[in-house]
Structures are given as structure tokens and as C-alpha cells.
């Protein structure tokens, strides 16, 4: 196709009118082609694609990221010893002791007696 073909083609182009709705219909028909796409694909394809758009749209360097996922790994580790309980039992229900009660034994300790009293 030469340069005066072409001219001409969009000039019987530029002449020619779109039906009213015909936007919303190429809307309408592209959104669904697109979610037909997006339904072909397991999760975590779409998820790893769109965590490396995401990583891909900040211009930082490898090194940067590197020392990112370090500090997250630190403060995980962080986080999990704190939480964990030390060697006197869990930090957070730690409770004072209270005196022994001399009016009744922890139920493992009493003895049972299965005869019967005689009164």
C-alpha cells in the first residue's frame, strides 16, 4: 500500500460515523476476553505475575532488595522470640503465686475412699 492509498483510506475513514453504543460494547467485550484470560490461569501464576509488576515498577537496585528481605527476615525472628515462651513458662500469663490454701488439697493429691462412712 502506497503513501496516496493510504491517504485516501483515511480519508473515507475520517467520513464514516460509529454507532452510538459502539464504545461501550468494545468496553464490554474487551473486559470479558480479558477476565476469560485471566480464568485460564492458576492464582498464583496471576499472583507471582503481579508481585514482579509491582517489583518492577520501583527502580531499586538488587542490593536494596536484598537488604529489604533481610530486615524482614530479622524482625520475623525478632517477633517469634518474643513470643516464645522462656524457661519459667509464658512471659504474658505469668501470674504471682498464690499462697497454698489450707482449706482444700488440688484434686490429684486427695486421697479416695471408696468404703463407706459410718457415722
Known sequence: MNEEQLQTL???RAKIEAPAD???KLLHSLQERQRAILLQRSLWRIAAERL???VS???L???TYALALAAAFALGLAAISLLKP???GPSIAKQPAAAPSSLS???ETQQVNF???EK
Open 61 to 63: 537496585s538488587t542490593p
Open 52 to 54: 514482579g509488576t509491582l
Open 115 to 117: 468404703e463407706p462412712s
Open 105 to 107: 488439697a488440688p484434686v
Open 57 to 59: 515498577e520501583h527502580s
Open 86 to 88: 522462656g524457661p519459667g
Open 22 to 24: 459502539y464504545s461501550q
Open 10 to 12: 483515511l480519508r473515507a
